[in-house]
């Protein structure tokens, strides 16, 4: 019997080669199981095979025929159904029009309003949205019933040309009776033929629902197996592999006084507080899985969030001041160096030199608030020296050069500002190994001068090259934190999911 | 040292475009190299040049000021009103026309950076209002102020240039250096071109989008000022539709609609390149409908231009 999907060789990069060689087969009303740590490939998979991205090369076989779709309506029109964890759905719609959009009946002049009612009301019968109408405006809706509104946009294909059905991350936001409810309709769904690739942290729900599993790593599939025969904890041992535990520096070091304190904090994204501290001289890492509240943290440490409440108070000698808007926190010396970096930290079609000196124009010392052009630019060029920066010199415009050299000169504003409170988020992703390990020397150097720094990673494998202690958030919860030398990456792999399983896991 | 001269290639790119197009009206139009067409130019020059500053101005910092024809014309009718009826002295009755400039732009910054409403939309507002506001402070009459403010733009003799030509120009290179040479305009850049990474670089960013808009209100201001003697009258009706000039030279003179790149000398040379074309255009005896046409298609080759050149 020819599978429903086959995929052979497939590669794709980015920066980095991001998946390598992946070969899968699924066969016609299996449940697939796709699970590995952030940035293991799983979003790029799921791209690729619903149109939204093209392979660098391999090949796809869709029912026997070759399949290589050019958009995402490619996809739709060969029976490919999304649901996607960052929701594909638009505001200003009804939830009708929501779920019916890709879709809509039609009559002879325009949209026939009624069916699309009667369409859409069985739809969200069907997942467990009885209650409301489907004329709601989406904005009204909770995450948890937009996320149901996702999975019958997705289930909204006739059920006769639906071929497979991904649902990246679908329970993020459901009570478990919703979750229930889920994994019923995609159980009846595959027993009259469907496929399903199920993608997912909650290891437990992929091991009771799906069919086969598939444990993605760095690019590559490690394993792909029948359910029946694995536990969670295999499947995690998987996904961290094993070359882990290498602490390039593991002697104990001494901290200073503390630096920053964060009393309390909460906001429209945590909603439960979060308190730490960070000495100067030490690093704080902060591990948990993607969606689990870290970047919504630091953004609420540098005093970004909505409805923040609680306090950050940066301590220095005689004197303490409280954090309560960015301006405040970046001339008190904290940095923020954000996980977007297009959108957050980058000014695109500016020069170098603007890029390194904006957070720090003051610091150049020009009387009456004028910038010297001779003074910056020397001052940028020795930065971009010390970092090794690769480019033509600080009058080159920053979108040339690559991610890597972009996020030195993040890094590199700030220290020109002369930060010494810094917040991380993701500070290596998408960055060549050399601009890596450059960041992390720079980073170590301002530790040891006294820096206190805060550093949010997927990588398990920086935390725990760079940090003194590793806090673990899980669901936007503080879990657990753990110090140098008592932590193993299974350890903080199982903190990290622990309140997406509903088990405790024993203090470290 | 590349670099640098690219940097100069930008304003020099439009420069080269003002001199072919005063060298063709200087082939085509018998009269184009005359003292009467530079007359023209100088005295109608200054009001826009002004108002152009503030508009660029506002552009870089990603908004727009949609109300500074409604101003200049709410200034005019301050000035003369508080010369004439209030019999005070013109630079007293100047300073209260430039306040008002003053003060709308300060309700659209407020409105705009603190209320967090569309500066588009705000601005608009004070383009009715504004004129409406002229309209009430001059019982909707043209008010005649007569010699005393005329002198500001003729020539003074011996320097053959008006005071409001010589203020103008002054204002360019002051703007352009605030621009390029302070933290403010840099800022200004910064917030224009990436909102979100300035607040992250701890900028406060409302009361630079404030600002900006206040000092648009005051140009405006003192562009009424300079209408107004240009005019020898204070007009209700005047400067309608000002605003799409300015912002028209300042995208001729390489202003990005969606902020954070501009500059003012290139707006300037905007502003000389829309007066040459009208004066030229004018000088070929070519109807007012077909000069609308022709500017208008320079305006989107000019954006057609940049576009390609910045590729």
Known sequence: ?508 | MLRKLNLLFEELFIFIALLLLVAFFGVMAENFFTAGTLMAILTQLPALTVVTIGMTLVLISGGIDLSVGSVVALSGGVIGIAFTVFELPLIIAAALGILAGGCAGLVNGVLGSYFRLPVFIVTLGMLEAGRGLAYMVTDSQTVYIGASIQALSLPISGIGLSPSFIMSLTLVVLAQYALTRTIFGRYLIAIGTNEQAAKISGIRTEPYLTWVLVISGLLAGLGGLMNAAYLGASDPNAAIGLELSAIAAAVIGGTSLMGGRGSIVGAFIGVLIISVLQNGLAQLGVSEPVKRLITGLVIILAVLLDRWRSR
């Open chain 1, 1 to 508: 019997m020819t599978a429903r999907i086959a995929i052979e060789g497939l590669d794709k990069s980015f920066a980095t080669p991001v998946l390598k060689q992946v070969a899968l087969q699924i066969s016609t009303g299996s449940i697939h199981g796709l699970v590995g740590e952030n940035g293991a490939g799983k979003s790029t998979l799921i791209n690729i095979i619903s149109g939204l991205l093209p392979p660098d090369s391999g090949s796809m076989a869709l029912d026997g025929k070759s399949y290589s779709p050019t958009s995402r309506k490619a996809a739709l029109d060969a029976g490919i159904a999304l649901a996607s964890q960052e929701l594909s759905l638009i505001d200003t719609l009804s939830v009708a029009e929501n779920i019916l959009l890709t879709s809509f009946p039609q009559r002879a002049l325009g949209i026939n309003r009624h069916a699309v009612r009667q369409r859409a009301r069985v739809l969200m019968d069907l997942v467990g949205l009885e209650q409301l109408s489907p004329q709601t405006p989406l904005a009204q809706l909770s995450l948890a019933e937009k996320q149901l509104v996702e999975l019958a946009k997705a289930l909204s294909m006739p059920e006769d040309t639906t071929r497979l059905l991904i649902l990246d991350e679908p329970t993020s936001a459901l009570t478990s009776p919703q979750a229930d409810q889920l994994h019923r309709i995609i159980k009846q769904r595959s027993a009259s033929g469907l496929s399903v690739i199920y993608v997912s942290h909650r290891l437990d729900d992929v091991l009771s629902v799906c069919d086969t599993v598939s444990v993605l790593r760095d690019g590559v599939i490690q394993l792909t197996a029948a359910c029946a025969s694995l536990t969670s904890n295999d499947l995690i041992r998987e996904m961290s592999g094993e070359e882990l535990l290498r602490h390039s520096d593991d002697k104990p070091r001494t901290f200073g006084d503390v630096r920053l304190t964060v009393e309390q904090l909460s906001s429209v994204d945590f909603p439960e507080p979060i308190s730490l501290h960070c000495h100067r001289g030490e690093i704080l890492g902060i591990a948990g899985l993607a969606g689990a509240g870290r970047s919504e943290l630091l953004h609420a440490i540098y005093g970004l969030s909505a409805e923040r409440q609680g306090r950050v108070v940066l301590h220095a000698a005689g004197q303490d001041s409280v954090i309560d808007s960015a301006s405040t926190a970046a001339n008190n010396g904290m940095a923020l160096i954000a996980e977007d970096r297009k959108s957050q930290g980058i000014f695109t079609g500016k020069t170098i030199s603007l890029n390194t000196t904006i957070a720090g124009l003051g610091k150049l010392g020009g009387a009456l608030s004028a910038i010297l052009p001779r003074r910056e630019q020397r001052v940028t060029e020795e930065l971009i020296a010390q970092l090794k920066v690769k480019c033509e010199g600080p009058l080159q415009t920053i979108d040339k050069l690559s991610g890597g050299n972009q996020q030195k000169l993040l890094v590199a504003r700030w220290l020109q500002a002369k930060s010494d409170v810094w917040l991380l988020d993701e500070p290596t992703r998408g960055v060549d190994v050399g601009s890596k390990l450059a960041i992390h020397d720079q980073l170590r150097q301002s530790r040891d001068q006294g820096a206190a720094l805060l550093i949010v990673s997927s990588e398990l494998e920086e935390l725990t090259a760079l940090c003194d202690r590793i806090l673990v958030l899980s669901d936007k919860k503080a879990v657990e934190t753990y110090h140098r030398g008592q932590w193993d990456k299974e350890m903080l792999l199982e903190a990290a999911f622990s309140n997406y399983q509903g088990v405790r896991v024993a203090a470290g």
